[in-house]
C-alpha cells in the first residue's frame, strides 16, 4: 500500500514503519548507558568514589562526537540521499554494540577497559549523529503535509519504545542475578540483544525506498554541490533556531528521564532494581503522550503548543525532582511521569518544528548544524553536570533548575520564531 509523500512522489507504508521504528536502536543504546551508569562504573572504572563520574563524564566526551557524525552523515544523506545515510550509520551502530558486549572489565585490563569503553561510545555516538535526524527528515519528507507533525513524531515515540526496551531488558538482567554475576558476566546480555536489534534493523532498512523530496531533488537538478555551505549562508537564522528548539528537547530528555534512575539511585531515594522498573512507567507515559502532542501541532500549530511546554519546563521540574528526594514512591512515581510527559511533549513537537526550518535541500546538513550540536551540549554534558551539581550542593532540585534555566533562554526564541506548520 503506498501514500503520497512530498511533491506527489509515492512512499510505501512499509517504509514509513522502518523508518519510524528504526530509532528504537540508537535510544536503546544510549538509554541503557545511562540506566546502566551504576553497574558501568564498577565493571570498568573498579567502582571507586568517583566511578560514577567518570562514567557519566565518558558519555558527555562520546557525544561531542555526535556533531561531527551528524555533519559527515549529513552531507552523505544531502548528496546521496536519505537512505544511504540510514543503512550506514545502523552499519556501524551494530558494530560498536557487538564490540561493546565484548569488551574486558576493570579487572582484567585495569583502567585500558574505561578507555575502550570510551573509544567504543565515541564510535557510537559518531554513527548516531545522523540517525535521528535522518529519520526526521525522511518521515516529514514522506508524510501528508497535514499530518506532519504526527508522523515526524512517531520518530520520537519510537526512541522510548527503544528506551522502554532498555528499562526492560535491563531490569530483568539486574532483578534475575546476583550483584556479583552481575558485574561478572551479566551486563553484557543488554549490549547483546542490542547488537542483534541493530542488525536486524539494518537489515530491514535496505528495502525502504528513497526519500520522495529527494527524488524530487534529483529529477530537478537541484541536489546541493556543498550543502554545509549553502547551508550557513542561506539559513543560519534556522540553524539557530533549531539550536533553541532542541536544547529544550535534549535537557528535558536527558535530565528529566534518563538521568532520573541515576538520580534515584545515587540520591539513596529507592534502589537500582526499583528505580529501573519507574522507568519503564516513564517511558509508557512518553509513548502515550507523543502522538498526541504531535497530532495536537498539527491542529494548533508547533509555536503555541511549543511556547506552552517551554513555560511547563520552566515551572514544573524543580518541584518534580525535589519531590523525588523525598524518598516517597508515590511521590517518586507521581514527578517521573510527569518530567517525562512535559520532555516527550517537547521532543515530540521539536521533530517536525525543526525539520521544517530547513528546505528539502540541505536539510539533513541544518539539522546537524542545528539540532545535533545542541543535543551534544544538553544532552551529552548535562546528566554529568546534574550529578556532580548535585553532590557538590546536597540540593535535589538542581537538576530541575537546570531545566528552568535553559526554557526561559529558549522562550523568547519560540515565541517570536515563524509558524512552520503547513497551511491547509
Keep these: 500500500m503506498k501514500r503520497a509523500g512530498q511533491g506527489g512522489v509515492s512512499m510505501t507504508r512499509a517504509s514509513m514503519v522502518i523508518a519510524a521504528l528504526s530509532t528504537i536502536v540508537e535510544w536503546y543504546d544510549f538509554t541503557l548507558y545511562l540506566y546502566f551508569a551504576t553497574v558501568l562504573s564498577r565493571v570498568f572504572f573498579g567502582g571507586g568514589g568517583n566511578s560514577l563520574l567518570a562514567t557519566l563524564a565518558g558519555f558527555a566526551i562520546a557525544y561531542a562526537m555526535r556533531p561531527l557524525g551528524a555533519l559527515v552523515f549529513g552531507i552523505i544523506g544531502d548528496k546521496l540521499g536519505r537512505r544511504h545515510t540510514l543503512l550506514m550509520s545502523m552499519a556501524l551502530m551494530t558494530v560498536a554494540m557487538l564490540a561493546t558486549a565484548l569488551l574486558p572489565d576493570f579487572h582484567r585490563i585495569g583502567m585500558a577497559a574505561g578507555y575502550l569503553l570510551l573509544l567504543l561510545r565515541c564510535l557510537m555516538a559518531f554513527s548516531v549523529g545522523g540517525e535521528y535526524t535522518g529519520v526526521v527528515a525522511y518521515l516529514l519528507e514522506g508524510a501528508d503535509k497535514h499530518h506532519r507533525g504526527l508522523i515526524t513524531s512517531l520518530a520520537s515515540a519510537a526512541s522510548e519504545i527503544g528506551a522502554l526496551l532498555a528499562v526492560g531488558v535491563s531490569a530483568l538482567t539486574v532483578g534475575l542475578m546476583s550483584r556479583e554475576n552481575l558485574d561478572a558476566w551479566g551486563w553484557r546480555i543488554p549490549f547483546f540483544v542490542g547488537a542483534v536489534l541493530a542488525g536486524s534493523i539494518w537489515v530491514a532498512r535496505s528495502a525502504m525506498q528513497e526519500s520522495p523530496d529527494f527524488e524530487r531533488q534529483k ?47 545515587s540520591t539513596g531515594a529507592i534502589g537500582e532494581g526499583m528505580s529501573l522498573a519507574l522507568s519503564t512507567v516513564a ?46 514512591l508515590w511521590h517518586v512515581v507521581i514527578a517521573a511521569v510527569v518530567l517525562a510527559c512535559v520532555a516527550g511533549g517537547v521532543s515530540a513537537v521539536a521533530a517536525s518544528a525543526t525539520a521544517e526550518q530547513f528546505p528539502g535541500e540541505g536539510r539533513l546538513s541544518g539539522l546537524a548544524l542545528g539540532v545535533t550540536v545542541a543535543t551534544a551540549i544538553f544532552g551529552g554534558i548535562t546528566p554529568f553536570l546534574a550529578e556532580l551539581l548535585v553532590k557538590m550542593t546536597g540540593w535535589a532540585a538542581v537538576p530541575g533548575v537546570m531545566i528552568a534555566v535553559i526554557a526561559l533562554a529558549v522562550l523568547p526564541v519560540l515565541m517570536t520564531m515563524p509558524e512552520t506548520r503547513p497551511r491547509a
Excluded: E, N
Excluded at 533556531?241 to 539511585?265: C, D, M
Design 219 to 265: 529529477a530537478r537538478g537541484t541536489v546541493p554541490v556543498s550543502p554545509v555551505r549553502d547551508t550557513l549562508a542561506h539559513h543560519r537564522a534556522a540553524i539557530a533556531r533549531t539550536f533553541a528548539i532542541s536544547a529544550l528537547g535534549s535537557i528535558t530528555y536527558y535530565v528529566g528521564i534518563t538521568y532520573v534512575p541515576t538520580f534515584l539511585s
Design 283 to 328: 517511558a509508557v507515559a512518553v509513548i502515550l503522550v507523543t502522538p498526541w502532542a504531535g497530532a495536537l501541532s498539527d491542529r494548533l500549530g508547533r509555536k503555541p503548543v511549543l511556547v506552552v511546554l517551554a513555560l511547563l519546563c520552566a515551572a514544573l521540574p524543580s518541584t518534580m525532582f525535589a519531590l523525588m528526594a523525598q524518598g516517597s
